[in-house]
Nanobody, 122 residues
């Protein structure tokens, strides 16, 4: 079992940038693929990005491709999400999650952080 804590959210103007970070406690961090998800008010939680345990493979939702970059540091047990060219529609609570294998399915992830709020003003 792992525990996850997100940070780095805040209020930013459209076109701006934010960097989210997720610290993961527990052993064998590098054996977990890590995903970022988001949930806007009144909407379902949706997939944003994924990085494999080694960091060699990444995947992005079409809505963020080219603007967001996921990375990880296995020595520090962290996974980051660099968000550039932010849009008002990126406003949501962002969550990191851990899973043993790649999937975009929210329901497949059993280990979640508490979330960090990102608000993009127009």
């Amino acid at each position: 079992q792992v525990q996850l804590v997100e940070s780095g959210g805040g209020l930013v103007q459209a076109g701006g940038s934010l960097r989210l970070s997720c610290v993961v406690s527990g052993r064998s961090f590098s054996t977990y693929g890590m995903g970022w998800f988001r949930q806007a008010p009144g909407k379902e939680r949706e997939y944003v990005a994924y990085i494999s345990g080694s960091g060699s493979s990444t995947d992005y939702a079409d809505s963020v491709k080219g603007r967001f970059t996921i990375s990880r540091d296995n020595a520090k047990n962290t996974v980051d999400l660099q968000m550039n060219s932010l849009k008002p529609e990126d406003t949501a609570v962002y969550y990191c999650a851990a899973n043993r294998y790649f999937t975009r399915s929210v329901n497949a992830y059993g280990n979640w952080g508490q979330g960090t709020q990102v608000t993009v003003s127009s």
